[in-house]
């Protein structure tokens, strides 16, 4: 790009999901903020995928798609499950959404 191009730059909505028109763009943030949290506990307790996939019930296939963020398959109940297996207390609140939103959202909040 010359210095003489200008870039165009979309400030993000926060959700890189709804940003590229992905349905169920809540749920996937959701979700991927989840794997995330799995996946840091994975590595900050050094675990192979194999014994990942040991204490999560998963086979090593699993845990690497799950580690890849290949999420298809992996509910949210199911993400909230594995990481109760690594002993992760998993804590679910609900609200009244506030006046400035159209809609009511999921959210995930990572403390692990």
Do not use: W
Not at 46 to 66: F, P
């Amino acid at each position: 790009m010359s210095n003489q191009e200008e870039m165009k730059v979309t400030r993000s909505s926060g959700n890189v999901f709804a940003d590229m028109g992905l349905p169920d763009a809540d749920d996937a943030l959701a979700k991927a903020k989840v794997a995330y949290v799995i996946n840091s506990v994975i590595k900050r307790r050094k675990l192979t995928q194999v014994k990942a996939g040991e204490i999560l019930g998963l086979d090593q296939a699993n845990v690497s798609r799950l580690m890849c963020g290949r999420l298809n398959g992996f509910t949210l109940d199911r993400l909230f499950r594995l990481l109760n297996a690594l002993d992760i207390d998993v804590e679910v609140t609900f609200k009244e959404k506030p006046a400035t939103r159209p809609h009511g959202a999921v959210m995930v909040h990572a403390v692990a």
